[in-house]
């Protein structure tokens, strides 16, 4: 009995592992199949408004943004304005199929925008039909097929409803798609390079080629697209093979960057994103409502370093409110100065705080970015500067907020698509929900009105203009300052070409090809 | 066997209450949790959501009511096998639930069988190199967390060896790294526990003399020591394997091993309250009914505890 047992408890061990071997190559590339991995799955269902994220090419928005979040043709191949802004029409592709084999008209498009308004508010795992929804429909009259084309109908101007309405919030599919309660009837039926051929939930989502594409039939008729939650697990399943590359948001950590990049094998692509890491300013209460002491602040603070090293060079320094991929909206001129011995003096004559000052991070942040090392840097640089300070990190930072117990407030914000309108009147004007919830504290009547006007301002010159006036007088009252303009990097083998990422983190799957 | 049938009937009161009072918790617990769930959910990628689309939320997810009577809903729903709908898809949790219990449970499974075959291993032969291979191995991986351990399997077995895959559960051998990492760590507790009882039936007099009377020594193991050695391993055995079921949260998430522990973490970073709330039910029901299974076994296996 004894020997027997001590040989076949490792026998069977052994057997275990070795009944694994030789059979992993059920990823790995081949011709016209590609798979792929992600952090998080990029299907939701047929209860989510969207069924699948836009990244997937399912389906395609009337209108997409570029890299520097400009309104781009997709659907839609061209708009005009009519009415002072309050008018506006847009030409559809022509020869354009659904999935299914039905052409796509504008009876249809019309369908999708109504199903959008008839379910919100609604939840979804990307983008919620709320705030986007309404700064692209919130001022719709109508919106009807007229002669092929679609028109919106406006109550008041609205001067960049194409950037919007570009991505989610103006996807198409077909009508038939949707059951009465406005869900999904059975998979989502769009126009783009793939269909969603098999879904397990959690796990994978299976695209293949569509054959009714009305565009070049992509370099791959198979792509798989694996869900892996773990940072670790997924460079893991890169470097054993199992996958080709990894996209979507987060696909890699900023600290697993140059470890991938020099590998040989790997070929990563840093692009832009429009999300951007923000100091909010609690300026409700001392020591931060004293405008000396917000700039002491943002003197002390080493942007680069924070870019470059904590964030691995996956970030650039922050300087204007509107990060560059907001394009020529964005202020060049602004410039974010660090300078350790200005701050140390204004803090001295604006007189020391008898009190920490509270750096406020949240926990469900911290996973994804180095927050806890980057609010630690300020903290040294604040104490330096004659501010003394602490780091809290809270689960609940909305609750910790609204109670006003916090100083500053470290986060990562995006625009759900190319709309610069939203940041400013979301964030920081004197009604808007985070300021006056947060208590920010911020009321500034010139603010408002350049909002105001530059929402409905329709020359895109005197638009820019007003845009560029609201970062610099942002620039002078600090309620929310831009720490750092993060990029998305993502990741495939040398083998595979074409990686294209727009500012917000879409790779177009339907571009993959297989390269030298 | 009415003395087990009291024993049955005993446990299976005390039972119902600590589900009972493991409801109240789970559901407090969940509700009170620090957040506006409503905001949460709708702040998807980076967007502040409208107040207006957070009322209405809270209104349909029926968080403005007050808490007894939300308890009292959710209490008669979750008898009658209905878990309630995600926050995230509106997918019907129960369907969700069982969907990934087979997972879960087979990785449990596989990590039993790894736990139990080393300790007895370990037991049966303390001595033997392969006994003091075993106890070291998992003393030093049970003194690891789990995640380091199975990072380190991952690197080297299936990115350095490429022998085995790095996660998932569909290609053939994928069970074993996520199975070796969980169970290494149960091994180091059953083997501790299951030796040293093992070793104390040994030296008693009555499997001495079946020794002496001429009972060949496996008879004298199985028949007579394991069953006297037993109770505290089956004990041990039964919490173990709820400690597995639960600690599957960690490996899961690590392994893409599509089972309710990965489901729960990422119901936690997505504060899907009932997903969470249906994943601490569950497997605290499992973890109170494991126990009590344990207890009959016990019961059964061990006469002494049958006296009232």
Known sequence: ?516 | MDLVLNVVLRRAVETLLVLLVLSVLVFLLTSLAPGDPAEEILRRGGIQPTAGSVAALRAELGLDLPLPVRYVQWLSDVVRGDLGLSYVDRSPVTAEIVSRLPATLRLAGAAALVAAGLALLASLRPRGLGGRVVTAVTVVVASVPPYIVGVLMISVVAVGLRALPTGGDTAAGAVVLPALTLGLAGAATLTRLLRADLAQALALPFVRLAAAKGLSPRRAVTVHALRVAAPNAIMAGGAALADLVAGAVVVETLFSWPGVGQLAISAIRQRDLPVVQAYVLVIGAATVLLLALADLCVAVADPRVRRP
Not at chain 1, 367 to 383: I, M
Not at chain 1, 473 to 481: F, N
Request: charged share 20%; net charge neutral; aromatic share 8%.
């Open chain 1, 1 to 516: 009995m004894r020997r027997r047992a001590a040989v076949v408890v490792p026998a069977m061990l052994l057997g275990m592992v070795l009944s694994g071997c030789g059979d992993t190559a059920e990823g790995g590339q081949d011709a016209d199949r590609l798979t792929l991995a992600a952090p998080r799955d990029l299907v939701a269902g047929p209860q989510d408004p969207y069924f699948t994220h836009q990244t997937l090419r399912v389906w395609e928005p009337l209108v997409s943004v570029d890299d520097k979040l400009r309104p781009v043709p997709a659907l839609a191949t061209a708009w005009e304005s009519g009415d002072g802004g309050r008018r506006w029409t847009f030409t559809l592709r022509e020869g354009v199929r659904f999935s299914d084999g039905t052409a796509l008209n504008a009876e249809a498009v019309v369908a999708s925008v109504r199903r959008f308004l008839r379910i919100a508010p609604r939840q979804s795992a990307f983008f919620s039909l709320d705030a986007g929804m309404e700064a692209a429909y919130g001022q719709l009259d109508e919106v009807r097929a007229d002669g092929g084309r679609v028109t919106f109908v406006l109550r008041r101007p609205v001067a960049d409803l194409p950037g919007r309405l570009a991505g989610f919030y103006s996807m198409v599919q077909s009508p038939k798609a949707f059951a009465a309660s406005g869900d999904f009837a059975a998979n989502p039926v769009g126009t783009g390079p793939y269909t969603l051929a098999r879904w397990v939930k959690g796990q994978q989502a299976e695209l293949a080629a569509n054959p009714h594409y009305y565009g070049t039939p992509p370099a791959y008729k198979k792509i798989v697209v694996k869900v892996i939650p773990d940072a670790n697990a997924r460079v893991a399943a890169l470097r054993a093979g199992e996958v080709d590359g990894l996209i979507d948001k987060g696909a890699l950590l900023s600290g697993q960057v140059a470890a991938v990049a020099a590998d040989s094998r790997f070929r990563v692509v840093r692009s832009p994103s429009a999300l951007t890491h923000y100091l909010t300013f609690n300026g409700s209460r001392e020591p931060f409502s004293d405008p000396r002491l917000r700039e002491a602040a943002e003197l002390a603070i080493d942007r680069r370093t924070i870019a470059g090293k904590l964030l691995a060079g996956t970030a650039k320094p922050g300087a204007a409110f509107l990060s560059p991929v907001f394009g020529d909206l964005s202020d060049p001129g602004i410039a974010a100065a660090y300078d350790p011995a200005k701050a140390r003096a204004l803090v001295s004559a604006a007189g020391r705080p008898a009190s920490p000052v509270t750096i406020l991070i949240s926990s469900a942040e911290t996973g994804q970015f180095p927050y806890t090392d980057v609010a630690e840097v300020l903290r040294a640089a604040f104490e330096q500067a004659g501010l003394p300070a602490k780091v809290t990190v809270a689960e609940a930072t909305k609750a910790v907020m609204e109670a006003g117990d916090y100083d500053v407030f470290l986060s990562a914000y995006s625009v759900p698509n190319g709309d610069a309108d939203y940041l400013f009147r979301r964030f920081l004007r004197s009604d808007a929900p985070w300021n006056v919830e947060r208590r920010l504290g911020y009321r500034n009547k010139e603010f408002d009105t350049l909002v105001d006007q530059a929402s409905t301002e329709t020359d895109p010159a005197r638009r820019r203009e007003l845009y560029r006036q609201l970062q610099r007088l942002l620039a002078a009252d600090r309620p929310m300052i831009p720490i750092a303009y993060q990029d998305n990097p993502v990741v495939t083998i040398t083998g595979v070409g074409g990686v294209v990422q727009n500012a917000a983190y879409v790779v177009d799957l339907g571009k993959l090809t297989p390269s030298g």
